[in-house]
């Protein structure tokens, strides 16, 4: 009798360890369990390019250093979707009108401080 509850428990064991297994493999470690996909009011988190596609170019530039109050170009470019020349434009204005500072590294990467 102790054999047979010894074998149900380790069995037991097994089987959750490889649901766990099962679960981590399909959802990787993000942390959603099954139930948090199926529901249908689950949403993800939305990143900055979502939230800032409708709006204008200069908008978009300047809630994005809500986010981060010092950026570079190349990070303006990517966050936003605006090509070089338009953000390169944009900041320019921004910079004559005092709303940012556009600065130097030791590295030599202009950076820009909405700060």
């Known amino acids: 009798m102790l054999k047979f509850l010894l074998y149900l428990v380790l069995g037991g064991v097994i089987y959750y360890l490889y649901q766990k297994d099962k679960q981590n493999r399909r959802y990787g470690h993000t942390g959603i369990t099954e139930k948090e996909v199926k529901r249908p009011s689950y949403t993800p988190k939305k990143s900055i390019p979502e939230v800032l596609r409708k709006k204008s170019p200069e908008q978009k530039i300047l809630e994005l250093s809500e986010y981060k109050k010092i950026l570079t170009i190349k990070e303006i470019i990517i966050k936003t979707g605006l090509g070089m020349e338009e953000v390169e434009t944009l900041l320019r204005k ?12 030791a590295d030599g990467k202009v950076l820009y401080d909405f700060s």
């Open 94 to 105: 921004f910079v004559e009108k005092g709303i940012v500072q556009e600065t130097v590294n």
